[in-house]
């Protein structure tokens, strides 16, 4: 039976855990207005000693294989179908000048793709295939506009200086958003502050042919905001203001670069926050999020971004200005709002956004459940779910994640425990009390070994840290590491991590997950050496492999991080031609230049077709009526 706790005091008989330190200073839990956030993902330095991990997790996670390799499976030079590395090499990158391609991955003189040592084909299931320039990649039309070479002169007319960035050091920071591995440096940034200036710049570079690349905050971990080598980075940072909270309706209007966590903090007096809340809430931007469909911890119940904008006013790849939706519940005429978001920039550039507000909870309480198996921890989130349960919170952390972000928060996790649970509950005092009880039967009942209560919100945040910290706690295991999201069915979770710790011997890398538990969304983070080619490309191989099985398990290949330029290979395996069609005619309806972030999310057939002669699925070539390379 499951040992039950709750904080220092007792709920129905349960035993005191004994110690339980508080931090002293901390983050706040996720998802209530003013918690800070772990960071939007990808490299993180972050000066520590050993996480006493035990063998063989230790030999994985606690640390990174550093062999260098000599030579290279490899023959012949580069060509212009050679794939593009993704690197994060800081002294590469600073030797690194001009606006010349990306790096490009190893290949064979057939095309085919780079293999690693580890047997793992980067393009097959355990790689990732780059093309580049990214048009060659991703559908655009077939009116696609070649840039001219780009003048200036009237971006200068058009913009006031500190508002064009040229020079290479104003331009690095923009090279990459929150997946530091693909990197390109912009010729230009551009910087509008105001409506005219925005839609004159859309104008001119409609005009001449010029691609744009709309980015956020840059906390994005997909790619999708990595620039293109011939055309304009468009920062919407300066687009920043909180227009108008209207308490009566519950929603606020904004600006695309308002802070994720300053909707709530305007919100707050009002007894009301916004509830979409990613690890990177501190930082992302409220126009990134439309973009991705971003989620966070509490989107089980809460819901991603989506149900929680009610409109937005954005502009075409012309300068012309759209309005989907509205501050209306049911918005007029087609729902093109769905459209939109998720769309990654590839449709509009968004202006305005109208979100939905929600009021404050009066209680908020978390469990921390542990497990001897990560199977039983799975079959708990179904039997959850199942019993008609939706908590606030429905997180997971394996052993490896745990071992992990403890000696980082001092959390109070159980060490010893395959997997933890963290079950929240939020709402009347009333409402709380009574589902916490019926959480703890059900958690009891899927064979929980430890059950634990915060009894305050100072031990609720103590719960929340070891979670929302689990990116940057990375950093004391390894140079770099990489964070995909593919999503499965809840009843495959343990199964899913059971294979996630034979890829990790297959590829020699450790990987310790904390991901959305409630409805499936993994957050495996792939732990490498950055300066170690042969360590990035298992890297990718790694990431690459645990979308692939998330497709075999009939999951999808992202969940709220978007494809962006990573997953371009994957959008190949889980959707046929027919469905490819539709996207690139859903782009070009928008947008039929193909101007507005090329290269991204929507592979070309050509692609598929290289990709696709390298997975067989059930004896079947994908894709087998297309050429290959």
């Given at each position: 039976?499951?040992?039950v706790v709750?904080?220092?005091g007792h709920?129905r008989?349960?035993?005191?855990?004994?110690?339980h330190r508080?931090?002293?200073?901390?983050?706040?839990?996720?998802?209530?207005?003013?918690d800070d956030?772990?960071?939007?993902?990808?490299?993180?330095?972050?000066?520590?000693g050993?996480?006493?991990r035990?063998?063989p997790?230790?030999a994985?996670?606690?640390?990174?294989?550093r062999?260098?390799?000599?030579?290279g499976n490899?023959a012949g030079?580069?060509h212009?179908?050679a794939?593009?590395?993704r690197?994060g090499?800081?002294?590469?990158?600073?030797?690194?000048?001009?606006?010349g391609?990306a790096?490009?991955?190893?290949?064979?003189?057939?095309?085919?793709?780079a293999?690693?040592?580890?047997g793992?084909?980067?393009?097959?299931?355990g790689?990732?295939?780059?093309?580049?320039?990214?048009?060659?990649?991703?559908?655009q039309?077939?009116?696609m506009?070649?840039?001219?070479?780009m003048?200036?002169?009237p971006?200068r007319?058009?913009?006031?200086?500190?508002c064009?960035?040229?020079?290479a050091?104003d331009?690095?920071?923009?090279?990459c958003?929150?997946l530091t591995?693909?990197?390109q440096?912009p010729p230009v940034?551009a910087?509008p502050e105001?409506?005219?200036?925005l839609?004159?710049?859309?104008?001119?570079?409609?005009?001449r042919?010029i691609?744009?690349?709309?980015?956020?905050a840059?906390?994005?971990?997909a790619?999708s905001?990595?620039?293109?080598?011939?055309?304009?980075?468009?920062?919407?940072a300066?687009?920043?203001?909180?227009?108008?909270v209207d308490?009566e309706?519950?929603t606020?209007i904004?600006e695309?670069?308002?802070r994720?966590?300053?909707?709530?903090d305007?919100a707050?007096?009002?007894?009301?926050y916004?509830?979409p809340d990613p690890?990177?809430q501190?930082?992302?931007?409220?126009?990134?999020?439309?973009?991705?469909?971003?989620?966070g911890?509490?989107?089980?119940k809460y819901?991603?971004?989506?149900?929680?904008?009610?409109?937005?006013?954005?502009?075409?790849?012309?300068?012309?200005e759209?309005?989907?939706?509205?501050g209306?519940?049911?918005?007029?005429?087609?729902?093109?709002?769905?459209?939109?978001?998720g769309?990654?920039?590839?449709?509009?550039?968004?202006?305005e956004v109208?979100?939905?507000?929600?009021p404050?909870?009066?209680?908020?309480?978390?469990i921390?459940?542990?497990f001897?198996d990560v199977?039983?921890?799975g079959?708990?989130?179904?039997?959850?779910?199942a019993?008609?349960?939706?908590p606030?919170?429905l997180?997971m952390?394996d052993q490896?994640?745990?071992?992990l972000?403890e000696?980082?928060?001092?959390?109070?996790?159980?060490?010893d425990?395959a997997?933890?649970?963290l079950?929240e509950?939020?709402?009347t005092?009333?409402?709380?009390?009574?589902?916490?009880?019926q959480?703890?039967?059900?958690?009891e009942?899927?064979?929980?070994t430890?059950?634990?209560?915060?009894?305050?919100?100072t031990e609720r945040?103590?719960?929340?840290?070891?979670?929302?910290?689990?990116?940057?706690?990375?950093?004391?295991?390894?140079?770099a590491y990489?964070?995909?999201?593919?999503?499965?069915?809840?009843r495959?979770?343990?199964r899913?991590?059971?294979?996630i710790q034979?890829?990790?011997l297959?590829?020699?890398?450790?990987?310790?997950?904390?991901f959305h538990?409630g409805?499936?969304?993994?957050?495996p983070l792939?732990?490498?050496?950055?300066?170690?080619p042969d360590?990035?490309?298992?890297?990718?191989?790694?990431?690459?492999?645990?979308?692939?099985e998330?497709l075999r398990?009939?999951?999808?290949?992202?969940?709220?991080?978007g494809?962006?330029?990573?997953k371009?290979?994957?959008?190949?395996s889980?959707f046929?031609?027919?469905?490819?069609?539709?996207?690139?005619?859903?782009?070009?309806?928008?947008d039929?230049?193909?101007l507005?972030?090329p290269?991204?999310?929507?592979p070309?057939?050509h692609?598929?077709?290289?990709?696709?002669?390298?997975?067989?699925?059930g004896?079947k070539l994908?894709f087998a009526d297309?050429?290959?390379?």
């Amino acid at each position: 039976m499951a040992r039950v706790v709750v904080g220092r005091g007792h709920l129905r008989g349960g035993r005191s855990s004994g110690d339980h330190r508080v931090l002293r200073a901390g983050p706040r839990s996720p998802a209530r207005p003013g918690d800070d956030a772990a960071g939007a993902g990808g490299r993180r330095r972050v000066d520590g000693g050993a996480t006493g991990r035990s063998a063989p997790a230790a030999a994985l996670v606690g640390r990174v294989d550093r062999r260098r390799r000599s030579g290279g499976n490899h023959a012949g030079g580069e060509h212009p179908g050679a794939r593009q590395v993704r690197r994060g090499n800081r002294r590469a990158r600073q030797s690194r000048g001009g606006h010349g391609r990306a790096r490009w991955i190893r290949h064979s003189q057939r095309g085919g793709a780079a293999v690693s040592r580890h047997g793992a084909a980067a393009g097959g299931p355990g790689g990732v295939v780059r093309h580049w320039p990214p048009q060659e990649g991703c559908a655009q039309g077939e009116g696609m506009i070649r840039a001219q070479s780009m003048d200036l002169a009237p971006l200068r007319a058009m913009l006031p200086e500190h508002c064009l960035l040229t020079e290479a050091e104003d331009t690095r920071p923009f090279e990459c958003d929150g997946l530091t591995l693909i990197r390109q440096r912009p010729p230009v940034v551009a910087l509008p502050e105001t409506h005219a200036q925005l839609v004159a710049l859309l104008r001119h570079c409609h005009a001449r042919g010029i691609p744009v690349v709309p980015r956020g905050a840059g906390t994005g971990l997909a790619g999708s905001a990595v620039p293109v080598a011939d055309g304009i980075l468009l920062s919407m940072a300066k687009f920043n203001r909180i227009l108008k909270v209207d308490a009566e309706s519950r929603t606020a209007i904004v600006e695309p670069g308002v802070r994720n966590l300053a909707i709530s903090d305007a919100a707050r007096p009002f007894g009301l926050y916004y509830a979409p809340d990613p690890s990177s809430q501190i930082a992302c931007s409220i126009g990134g999020n439309v973009a991705e469909n971003s989620g966070g911890v509490h989107c089980l119940k809460y819901g991603l971004t989506l149900p929680n904008v009610l409109g937005v006013r954005a502009l075409l790849a012309d300068g012309e200005e759209v309005r989907l939706g509205g501050g209306a519940l049911d918005g007029p005429g087609l729902d093109l709002l769905a459209v939109l978001v998720g769309s990654e920039g590839m449709l509009a550039v968004i202006t305005e956004v109208t979100v939905r507000l929600v009021p404050l909870p009066r209680l908020a309480r978390c469990i921390m459940a542990s497990f001897a198996d990560v199977e039983h921890a799975g079959d708990a989130v179904a039997a959850l779910i199942a019993a008609g349960l939706i908590p606030a919170g429905l997180e997971m952390l394996d052993q490896a994640a745990a071992r992990l972000v403890e000696p980082f928060v001092k959390a109070g996790y159980d060490l010893d425990a395959a997997a933890i649970l963290l079950c929240e509950s939020d709402g009347t005092p009333e409402e709380v009390e009574a589902e916490i009880l019926q959480m703890l039967r059900v958690l009891e009942g899927a064979r929980a070994t430890r059950l634990q209560v915060s009894a305050d919100e100072t031990e609720r945040q103590r719960f929340w840290a070891g979670r929302k910290n689990a990116f940057p706690a990375a950093g004391r295991a390894a140079p770099a590491y990489y964070c995909t999201d593919g999503t499965i069915p809840r009843r495959h979770i343990g199964r899913m991590l059971k294979s996630i710790q034979q890829m990790e011997l297959r590829f020699g890398l450790g990987c310790p997950n904390v991901f959305h538990a409630g409805d499936g969304n993994l957050h495996p983070l792939v732990l490498f050496d950055d300066a170690d080619p042969d360590s990035v490309a298992r890297a990718e191989a790694f990431g690459a492999a645990i979308l692939e099985e998330s497709l075999r398990l009939g999951g999808t290949i992202t969940g709220e991080h978007g494809v962006g330029m990573e997953k371009l290979n994957q959008m190949c395996s889980q959707f046929p031609r027919e469905e490819l069609d539709v996207f690139s005619g859903v782009k070009r309806a928008f947008d039929p230049a193909g101007l507005l972030n090329p290269g991204k999310v929507i592979p070309t057939l050509h692609r598929c077709a290289e990709y696709g002669r390298m997975p067989v699925h059930g004896g079947k070539l994908p894709f087998a009526d297309l050429p290959r390379f």
